[in-house]
């Protein structure tokens, strides 16, 4: 972000009556009115919700030295044409970066309170939010998650919302530590809400897990981790206020901290893994900005600007995939189709959005559906097992079309056929677990303390 072309300014954004103030560092393009976001792309990211998450502040500090130094940015996306491009986006797009948002509790935790999540109130801000508030999961822990008296208690919900009423931003982006992950809503429901715009921002996600991180959850807070989280920000910025890219983002995690060190479970140790974490979620939230172009919400502002829609992945290359999916369609009604690629993501769109709703391990889903998982997985199963049966045994088509074959015969004589299904079903269960860790789905409930 060149100085030249763009304003930043630092004020405290105030809540008088509980004494609270909260840094808010506001960036624009003089090409673009500060406050219109009709105009131009409006992005607001939260950072340090919770106090002993340093990282998280660590990370919004380093993004601000990085968009007020053209030199610095040149170090993360390079000097040529996709300089020149995140250049573009960057004027027309307007940032809010509130750095700490929870300042009292951070006070606690330095004060070597290190374990210490909730703000100076001893509230969880991240469940104080008025959309499904005040609802507990089984293990709830009120040292973790309370939720306040009343939904909006907090001045720091209150600052927040506050902000978000009067900037009305496209994105809204919180940023956590405790494990890796890229989060859409919902995080009270199991499943992405089915809009158009929900949709866009979940492939934007897979983007940057397939360039970013790797080991990322990607998908719905509520399904995802295996638990569901009531009173969120982001739920509530989706739902109530209309954000159309309303996002969590969990940047860093060490499963092997004891429970007791906090430090280490929430924060990289040594420069080195600082260094790493810091630079990767920097790209991370640079790409972020690069795929505004992406999406519906966000385009028009670029079209009026000239751009193209895509050209970080390539224009021709995505219209080429889009017209192949058209054409497979065309030659199968059915739908079959390809599967998703190395690319992942564009495929699943040209697919259409029918086949992403359906696939319960993306965290896709119908509001309202009785497809869960759990019929996914045994839909999975039984046809995992089917594939693998002779072509002519019963019950499949293939072969010589008969429904008794000789070597089926031969298996019931030497009575094989328990061995064949036993042997089966063990191949189905090691295709969904592999198809789980490929995904990156957890197997048990994530412990309340590493929660967002």
Not at 130 to 146: A, H, L, R, S, T
Not at 170 to 181: E, F, K, P, R
Not at 257 to 272: I, R, T, Y
Not at 415 to 442: D, F, I, K, N
Request: hydrophobic share 35%.
């Amino acid at each position: 972000m060149p100085c030249q072309s763009y304003g930043l300014q630092t004020h405290w954004q105030q809540q008088h009556h509980f004494k609270l103030s909260m840094p808010v560092a506001h960036l624009w393009s003089f090409r673009a009115t500060t406050n219109a976001c009709i105009c131009c792309a409006c992005c607001a990211q939260d950072f340090g919700e919770h106090g002993r998450e340093f990282i998280s502040s660590e990370l919004g500090l380093k993004l601000l030295q990085v968009l007020a130094d053209e030199q610095q940015l040149k170090q993360y996306v390079g000097s040529g044409k996709r300089l020149a491009r995140l250049t573009a986006i960057l004027q027309q797009t307007v940032l809010k970066i509130l750095p700490m948002e929870n300042t009292h509790g951070r006070d606690l935790v330095e004060s070597g309170k290190l374990c210490e999540r909730k703000n100076g109130r001893g509230v969880d801000t991240n469940r104080n939010w008025d959309i499904d508030w005040g609802k507990k999961e089984k293990d709830y822990d009120p040292n973790e998650e309370y939720p306040g008296k009343a939904p909006h208690s907090e001045p720091e919900v209150q600052v927040l919302l506050a902000l978000a009423k009067e900037f009305k931003p496209h994105v809204w982006l919180n940023v956590h530590s405790g494990m890796y992950a890229l989060f859409t809503p919902y995080d009270h429901k199991p499943h992405v809400p089915n809009t158009t715009d929900a949709r866009a921002a979940l492939r934007m996600l897979q983007r940057i897990k397939e360039t970013i991180c790797t080991e990322c959850v990607v998908g719905s807070g509520g399904h995802s981790v295996g638990y569901l989280a009531h009173g969120t920000a982001t739920d509530y910025m989706f739902e109530v206020l209309g954000v159309p890219m309303p996002f969590t983002w969990e940047i860093y995690g060490d499963a092997t901290a004891s429970f007791d060190d906090c430090f280490k479970m929430f924060n990289p140790l040594g420069q080195d893994n600082y260094d790493r974490v810091v630079t990767m979620w920097v790209k991370a939230l640079l790409q972020l900005l690069e795929l505004l172009p992406t999406h519906p919400a966000t385009w028009p502002v670029f079209k009026a600007a000239g751009m193209d829609r895509d050209s970080s992945r390539g224009g021709e290359q995505a219209q080429a995939a889009k017209q192949r999916s058209q054409e497979q369609q065309q030659a199968d009604p059915s739908g079959g189709g390809p599967g998703s690629t190395a690319d992942g993501a564009p495929d699943k769109q040209q697919q259409g959005e029918q086949q992403q709703e359906k696939d319960g391990d993306e965290g896709v889903s119908r509001r309202g559906s009785n497809n869960d998982s759990s019929s996914s997985r045994t839909e999975a199963a039984e046809e995992t097992i089917s594939i693998r049966r002779a072509p002519g045994s019963p019950g499949v088509v293939g072969g010589n079309g008969s429904s008794r074959s000789s070597s089926w015969g031969v298996l019931r004589q030497q009575q094989l056929l328990p061995l064949l299904v036993g042997l089966g079903g063990m191949v189905a269960l090691v295709y969904l677990v592999t198809r789980r860790r490929s995904e990156g789905l957890p197997y048990a409930r994530v412990p309340v303390r590493t929660r967002k």
